[in-house]
């Protein structure tokens, strides 16, 4: 049974068993509503709720979302714990999350183990908490910590939750012998069922709750949800405790209704469906991975090594200058030192995760490597060299993968005599902090290579997406058209600011302009004067970010691209200077240029993206559109209450969209406007992206 009731003398306890994570169920509701019940006429004195396994409640049972509540309904079942007639304390491991700390609120006492989590995470689905979390936590911890729990709906430790008032006490030893000490002496002092709903509405400056919306705005920029909670908290400290549960649950339908949670809860369900590879058993072994070697100890590899070290793993770092290591190592650690500072590791913790890492200029040190990531330089001659002297160093059954953003990676396992052996990991910049891991599956990738592969992204916490071997994979291949557009837009007549606060305000954390910038202008000029310059493109695309390089405007690293940088802040500002020089590359390539507004330059780069995933996904290189969704959240900005370019074209409308790109197509040309055939197909045929991928599972 997935609650079961007993009593032990004269308390009774309710056990929740519904593993792996105690997930609020309708039979888990079910069953506690019959133990609440059959509490109120036994002979206990008081109530313990306790959970088997390894946590308390960790929230709702995901496989029930979308689909209509069955009774009893959570915040009518809390209420219903809430009103006991007998003492309830809920007693805590593991994590207390969304709807399973509401039980813990709703209920009248609460004691938990020293390393317990609690959080009310409903925010990162586009939802508040619905079963009364909104208005009990206040009670609680007063506004400000509230609010913070959840608009930012990140887990808090057992140290903190006490110090704030969620819980009562922290406990040692036996969690049930400590809930029954607990409860016996409750009942020998007689203690009051002490509701949080009749606790007294914390008192606040009034302007406590505008100056957070003002916050919210920049942080939580166009999110609707964490607006919605500052409105309910509000309503806990001005109305009374049934009011304000009416304007939360209010609030609650209008979110679950909306398109910002039904796109958080794709990109729920996706990340989790990323994971799965097809053709690829449940069952296929991985191999063992220990010890780790990064070849190229710049920025991006330094940041790898940092990733498998922070997971407990041996990495050795290889470059071949002095010069080059000793900078790559100071790099690490100044990042470790700056985690220090930040208080996201301690001074003992930072100095056994770097010293996890060593440096060395001698390949012979990583030949007893389980895994090997290149971390050199975009060019495939130099990365094809490294992978032939891998191939003859590196011990049998040792994984090569190289962290090529675009680079055939079937060309460089085809140097080695184990291409089978051979993938791509294209990590994304900072390394060691962005969250997604493209993994790149080549030809003649074995099975067990691969699903090591998804096993140590898991190990290092990173999202792993399964990409095909083509120019840019999936998530580069796909920038090319986002950039095209921006620089198209740009020489016919919108500045950059203009281009970038479009963006902006539409969701992307940061304008494309801007995004250049950071990255330097330099690194695609050099690409291009590589190229013989019938294979450059259309010059219209890099005529002005060429410009700016010969001037010596490099981007923020050298003070001045699109925009100019303060040397110290990095804060930007619109240059006229640079206006200049648009204006002048536009006249010399025969360009008249216009008035772009905001809705037509996020459709141009919006709908580039999307056409080209429509390929993407068409020729396989993607799994399923979902998959390109968990990229562009993971891996560039895009954001995550669109739920992905492939989710918002469902959104917006498959037949809109294709009518929307032959327009383009039809003013600006077939060259860069062609439709790709999955979208103008399934457009024609009134089908949805949603529907067709679930057709092909």
């Given amino acids: 049974m997935a609650v079961t009731y007993e009593l032990a003398g004269d308390i009774g306890v309710m056990t929740i068993d519904n593993p792996p994570v105690n997930a609020l169920s309708h039979t888990v509701r079910q069953g506690i509503q019959n133990a609440i019940q059959a509490a109120q006429s036994d002979a206990s004195q008081a109530v313990v709720i306790i959970c088997d396994g390894r946590t308390f409640v960790a929230g709702a049972d995901i496989r ?127 203690a009051n069922c002490r509701r949080s709903s009749e606790l007294p509405a914390p008192t606040v400056d009034p302007t406590v709750f505008g100056e957070y919306r003002k916050m919210l705005e920049k942080k939580a920029h166009g999110q609707i949800a964490p607006q919605k909670i500052v409105d309910c908290v509000e309503a806990a400290a001005t109305l009374p405790f049934p009011q304000g549960l009416q304007k939360e649950r209010e609030a609650f339908l209008q979110l679950m209704k909306g398109p910002q949670s039904a796109a958080l809860r794709h990109l729920f369900f996706a990340e989790r469906e990323a994971a799965k590879v097809r053709g ?99 060019n495939l001659s130099l990365k094809q060299d490294i992978f032939e002297r891998l191939d003859d160093i590196c011990k049998p059954g040792a994984i090569l993968a190289t962290n090529t953003s675009y680079q055939d990676v079937n060309r460089i396992a085809a140097v080695t005599r184990r291409p089978e052996d051979v993938l791509g990991l294209h990590f994304f910049s900072p390394a060691h902090i962005m969250k997604l891991l493209e993994i790149v599956r080549a030809e003649k990738t074995a099975d067990n290579v691969l699903a090591t592969a998804i096993a140590i992204a898991k190990k290092i916490r990173k999202v792993s997406v399964v990409a095909g071997v083509c120019y840019g994979f999936i998530g580069n291949r796909m920038l090319q058209h986002y950039g095209r557009e921006a620089q198209l837009c740009l020489i016919a007549g ?51 970010a060429d410009a700016l390089v010969e001037m010596g405007r490099l981007g923020q690293k050298s003070g001045a691209g699109f925009y100019t940088y303060d ?131």
């Avoid at 406990?171 to 007689?190: E, N």
């Avoid at 498998?308 to 071949?320: C, S």
């Avoid at 600011?497 to 695609?524: C, K, N, S, Y």
């Avoid at 500002?573 to 390539?589: K, N, Q, T, Y």
């Fill in 64 to 190: 029930e979302f979308g689909k209509p509540p069955a009774e009893p309904w959570l915040p009518d079942l809390l209420n219903e714990v809430e009103q006991s007639r007998k003492p309830v304390v809920a007693a805590i491991h593991g994590t207390a999350l969304g709807g399973g700390l509401e039980l813990a609120l709703a209920s009248h006492y609460r004691i938990a183990v020293a390393d317990a989590k609690f959080g009310l995470p409903e925010v990162k689905l586009g939802l508040l908490p619905g079963a009364g979390g909104t208005q009990r936590t206040p009670r609680l911890t007063g506004i400000v910590a509230a609010l913070d729990l959840m608009t930012s709906g990140k887990p808090i430790d057992a140290e903190s939750a006490h110090t704030e008032g969620l819980i009562d006490e922290i406990v040692s030893g036996d969690l049930r012998d400590a809930a029954l000490v607990y409860a016996r002496g409750l009942v020998a002092k007689s």
């Fill in 280 to 378: 690829l058993p449940k069952d296929t072994p991985t191999r063992d991975i220990a010890k780790v070697g990064v070849i190229g100890a710049g920025t991006m590899g330094s940041g790898i090594a940092m990733n498998f070290a922070n997971a407990g793993l041996e990495v050795v770092l290889l470059e071949v200058t002095d010069d080059a290591l000793s900078r790559g190592l100071e790099t690490i650690a100044k990042n470790y030192a700056g985690g220090v500072k930040r208080g996201k590791l301690t001074e003992r913790e930072a100095t056994e995760t770097r010293q996890r890492i060593t440096g060395t200029k001698n390949y012979r040190d990583i030949a007893n490597a389980d895994l090997v990531v290149e971390a050199v330089f975009e």
């Fill in 567 to 697: 040397p110290d802040s990095r804060n930007y500002h619109v240059d006229e200077e640079s206006l200049s020089v648009i204006e002048r590359e536009a006249e010399v390539l025969g360009v008249t240029r216009r008035k772009i507004d905001a809705g037509e330059i996020v459709d141009r780069i919006i709908y580039a993206l999307i056409n080209e995933g429509m390929r993407i996904v068409e020729e396989g290189i993607a799994q399923r559109p979902s998959d390109i969704d968990v990229v562009y959240v993971y891996g560039y900005g895009f954001p995550a209450h669109r739920g992905g370019p492939m989710h918002y074209a469902d959104v917006v409308g498959l037949k809109e969209v294709y009518a929307r790109i032959c327009e383009f197509r039809d003013r600006l040309g077939a060259e860069n406007w062609t439709p790709a055939p999955l979208l103008e197909r399934l457009a024609n045929d009134g089908q949805t992206l949603a529907d067709w991928a679930a057709e092909q599972r």
């Fill in 494 to 544: 919108a500045t950059p600011d203009e281009i970038d606060i479009a963006m902006q305000q539409w969701g992307m954390a940061m304008g494309p302009m801007r995004v250049f910038d950071l990255a330097g202008l330099d690194v695609g000029y050099k690409a291009r004067q590589g190229l013989p310059v019938e294979k450059r493109g259309d010059i219209r695309v890099h005529r002005v």
